[in-house]
């Protein structure tokens, strides 16, 4: 069971490098979170076209 466990025991360069990669896989997660959560689509000016709303004179005549 030890020689098991034998296989955790790092020197301080391997502890250093697991923990770089730890933290940059992290960090990677985070950054992709962010631009997916903070991404709007893009709309063409165009495509938004002011609609004229009714005028009370019109209501009148609807009536």
């Keep these: 069971m ?3 466990f034998r296989i ?3 020197s301080k360069s391997e502890q250093r490098t ?3 990669i730890v ?3 992290i960090v990677g997660a985070l950054v992709g979170y962010q631009r997916r959560a903070h ?3 893009i709309q063409p000016a165009t495509a938004t076209e002011p ?3 009714p ?3 019109g209501l009148k005549d609807d009536q």
């Design 55 to 57: 005028t009370p004179a």
């Design 39 to 41: 991404q709007f689509p």
């Design 51 to 53: 609609k004229a709303s």
């Design 23 to 25: 933290l940059t896989l």
């Design 18 to 20: 697991v923990v770089l």
């Design 8 to 10: 955790f025991v790092l």
């Design 2 to 4: 030890k020689r098991l």
